[in-house]
């Protein structure tokens, strides 16, 4: 088995022990302690804001600074206009894209 | 009933926009597939059997950067684990067989959830619940395909494109709606700052799950 399919595999085993925990076990209304819905409500944002830096400033585990930067400045611009989330991915795209072919970086 | 009929069509609209806003989400995940050397298959198979975006971008991302099995798991299994507050807070709207609770609890996302809490009888937070999830669960495997079929092999269009920006340009719409909060941008603020600092010191994936340790500042065990 490829390391691929033994992570899709566990992770497909896990979320969904995760998501049928409530309807398969807690039908009659009981909820999850405050303090610890509280934690899985928190926990993503800092875990998403950690994937934009590695996915913007990596590349084999070192940091470089190259086009993606344009790429998520221009996406967050297009986030603080509103734009729809089809736009901003397609504005991330093309504003690297457009920076690549002028720079050559 | 010309309400409930005007109701359910709502729901009916709002659960088929918001699987099409994921649409180049999916085909996002698709490339990330392709450029960490993921098959079609394997692919649609994350995008059917894990069906959880955040954690499958997670997951794959950190396979990309050359993370262990391990750290992909962790990652992935971190960002889900607000579906376990999702599945309680649907539980008493998804009461069934046990076969009907096992196939509807695969939709559990943030998507299925949103649309269903909009509304207060059980009977049509089920049905926000189940036309959200199934919507989305549609495009987004149709998306994935797309992504990882035709653009995998293409690793110059995908650079000349700027496609690889399109990855953290998901991830920060993704975070982006709870960023109206300061306790998020906190959040943010810390987790980013974390990964930035850990990056060159720590095998790839840890700095992502170290970032969960931001939570801890805030102390979420006092009640308040």
Known sequence: MSDAV??????????YM????????????????????RFAMLLPTPLLA?????????????????????GVVAAIIALFKRAPFVL?????????AIWRLLTGL | MPDLVNTRRTIRIQAVSVGLALAPFGAAFGVLCAEA????????????FVFAGSSQFAAVSVLAEGGTIVAAIVAGL???????????????????????????????????????????????????????GLSVFIVWNSMTWVGVALLSG???????????ATIPAAFLALAWSKLSSLQHRILAGVGAVLAFLLVPF?????????????????????DR
């Open chain 1, 6 to 15: 033994i992570v899709m595999v566990s992770l497909a085993i896990g979320t």
């Open chain 1, 18 to 37: 995760l998501k049928a925990f409530g309807p398969f076990f807690l039908a009659n209304q009981r909820a999850l302690p405050s303090w610890l819905k």
């Open chain 1, 50 to 70: 950690a994937l934009v830096i590695t996915s913007t400033l990596t590349n084999n585990d070192q940091i470089v600074f190259d086009a993606r930067i344009v």
């Open chain 1, 88 to 96: 901003v991915v397609i504005i991330a795209a093309a504003a690297t």
């Open chain 2, 37 to 48: 050397g993921l098959g079609t298959w394997e692919a649609l198979g994350f995008s059917s």
């Open chain 2, 78 to 132: 971190l960002l889900n684990l607000r579906s376990l507050a999702f599945g309680v807070s649907m539980a008493p709207s998804l009461k069934g067989s046990i076969l009907m609770r096992a196939l509807m609890s695969q939709l559990m996302i943030d998507e299925s959830t949103a649309v269903a809490s909009n509304h207060e009888s059980y009977a049509l937070r089920r049905y926000g619940y189940l036309w959200g």
């Open chain 2, 154 to 164: 293409t690793g110059n269009l995908v650079h000349d494109l700027g496609i690889d």
């Open chain 2, 202 to 222: 720590v095998p790839p994936g840890i700095p992502v799950i170290a970032a969960a340790a931001a939570v801890l500042l805030l102390r979420p065990w006092r």
